[in-house]
């Protein structure tokens, strides 16, 4: 399979996303999403998540568009997603895909917009933490 192809958009005109029937495609709809890897390592890390880590909790730093976020959740067990990034407007502009398609595709994400050097932003990830651990921290 080529994990750069992408199936035609939706009605609301993001990208339909493949069946999520293996790990091929959940990488691909993760490419298609915005992440950006090469394909070996973004199989190797996605199975590593699913077989040896098997994560809960998962905090990223630096989502961007998400990408990378919905293939952790689709590899993790259910538990808590954090995203820690700027503001949308003041991500890069180049990126297709903002909040919307992330929410869609990430639901339940916890999104806290700052910088994590911030006591303010540090403490809103504790807080959505509400005394759980991370098990597997994303920094992109």
């Known amino acids: 399979m080529n994990l750069h192809e992408q199936l035609p958009p ?12 293996d790990l091929e495609h959940i990488v691909a709809n993760g490419f298609a999403i915005g992440a950006i890897q090469a394909d070996s390592e973004a199989l190797e890390f996605a199975a590593f998540i699913r077989d040896v880590i098997k994560p809960r909790n998962i905090l990223e730093l630096g989502t961007l568009c998400g990408g990378w976020m919905y293939v952790m959740d689709r590899m993790s067990l259910p538990g808590k997603r954090i995203s820690v990034d700027r503001l ?13 398609l992330f929410h869609r595709q990430v639901p339940g994400v916890i999104e806290i917009e700052g910088d994590i050097h911030n006591t303010t932003v540090r403490g809103a990830v504790a807080q959505a933490l509400a005394g759980e651990q991370v098990d597997l921290i994303f920094i992109d």
């Open 10 to 21: 939706d009605a609301d005109g993001y990208p339909e996303m493949w069946p999520e029937t």
């Open 88 to 100: 949308w407007a003041d991500r890069d502009p180049r990126i297709k895909w903002g909040p919307a």
